[in-house]
């Protein structure tokens, strides 16, 4: 996609994402790992009913790191724009992740979510004493403008 003209959306900052990870693969090499699940999008019936027989599952978030990092065991992206909203099946799926040891987020905006990336990267291995094994934010929150909230 040609981002020059694109217009925001859910889909560019993910992209814009996935781009600055790409960059900092040299100095993260564990960056390389960050992938999107296409769970959504539309498809023809025959195609969805496949594709749950094969595992897909509603609510997954759209990033995963599967690096374990601190006291986490990875880290969950669920990436949102403008007014975008959060399911059910998206906050049932973060949960069940967090409760499984994960760090799960939900991020609007490509800045958020790259905020995020860094201080996810960047913790230190488990009990250091200092804090340094655990991100800045409680686990399973909101990232919006500059604020980060609860997730409801």
Do not use: F
């Not at 790992?33 to 009913?49: D, F, I, Q, T, W």
């Not at 496949?50 to 990875?74: E, F, T």
């Not at 975008?84 to 609007?108: F, N, P, R, W």
């Amino acid at each position: 996609m040609n981002m020059r003209y694109a217009r925001r959306s859910e889909d560019t900052e993910q992209i814009n994402v996935i781009s600055w990870a790409m960059w900092n693969e040299n100095a993260h090499p564990e960056l390389k790992l960050l992938h999107h699940c296409p769970n959504g999008g539309s498809r023809n019936k025959a195609e969805a009913v496949k594709l749950k027989q094969m595992g897909v599952k509603a609510g997954i978030p759209d990033l995963s790191l599967p690096v374990p990092k601190g006291i986490y065991n990875g880290l969950y992206i669920e990436m949102k724009y403008d007014k975008g909203t959060i399911e059910k099946s998206q906050k049932e799926m973060l949960k069940a992740l967090a409760d499984a040891g994960h760090y799960c987020v939900v991020c609007y905006g490509a800045e958020e979510a790259i905020k995020i990336l860094k201080e996810y990267i960047n913790l230190k291995p488990i009990d250091t004493g200092k804090g340094e094994d655990t991100m800045l934010c409680q686990n399973l929150t909101v990232h919006k403008n500059r604020k980060v909230s609860p997730m409801r």
